[in-house]
């Protein structure tokens, strides 16, 4: 069946630091990629998606490129800053497969001043 | 705009008693999902509506109902609670199924003793 597997944490860096989050992802379809985000305490958000091979979503900084040759997803942003702080999920939505998202683990995101 | 609440906020239950988390939604949108957050596991899907008036099981069904009589309601019943539910629920929506993105409610985080 389809899986996402993002890179296990907690991932460390100190403000400014370049980020890359990993996410790979198997699916019988075409699916649609997601990162979201969960801040302590509080839901998940959605950070940026893509739904089609070589789309680059984007948002707040954050970047990721829909590749369909390596089935990957990976998150990325150039400078991080302590509010960055949060767990991220990547996640996939097959269109052939219908109904739900089908998330990783999460990576914790642990960023100091 | 509210968009997706959840009740309630937590709540700490005796094993074996019967419990309905609520989830109401004001975005009319047709689908709905109700997923479990643990460590180390990410998000599980318990049940999903495609639309009122039709629900489905997911990933992990066992000791939880669902009904969905109207667009905007989604109650996530516990039959007779055990330890093991312990956890943390999140509601969600979507516009519709398959590649659209889902918004989350805040979660209920129950502790059944």
Redesign the interface.
């Known amino acids: 069946g389809d899986s996402v597997t993002q890179m296990e944490g907690p991932v460390t860096l100190s403000e400014e630091a370049f980020l890359t989050i990993n996410c790979t992802y198997t699916a019988t379809g075409y699916?649609?990629l997601?990162w979201?985000v969960q801040y302590p305490g509080?839901?998940?958000?959605?950070l940026l998606?893509a739904?089609k091979a070589d789309d680059k979503g984007s948002n707040k900084g954050f970047e990721a490129t829909y590749r369909k040759e390596t089935t990957s997803f990976h998150l990325e942003k150039g400078s991080v800053q302590v509010s960055d702080s949060a767990v991220y999920?990547c996640a996939l939505?097959?269109?052939?497969?219908?109904?739900?998202?089908i998330?990783?683990?999460?990576t914790t995101l642990s960023v100091s001043s | 705009i509210a968009g997706i609440t959840q009740a309630p906020t937590s709540q700490i239950l005796a094993a074996g008693r019967r419990m309905t988390l609520r989830c109401t939604q004001d975005m009319r949108h047709n689908a709905m999902y109700w997923y479990r957050q643990d460590l180390g596991l990410g998000l599980r899907l318990i049940h999903y509506s495609n639309t009122a008036g039709t629900t489905g099981k997911g990933e992990v069904p066992d000791g939880y109902s669902v009904s969905r009589a109207n667009t905007d309601d989604f109650p996530l019943t516990l039959a007779s609670a055990v330890p093991s539910q312990t956890s943390v629920y999140f509601c969600a929506s979507s516009v519709g199924t398959g590649g659209y993105e889902q918004y989350f409610g805040p979660g209920t985080r129950l502790t059944v003793t």
């Open positions: 699916p649609s997601f979201y509080e839901g998940l958000q959605l998606k739904t999920f939505s097959d269109s052939q497969a219908g109904t739900a998202l998330f990783g683990k999460g």
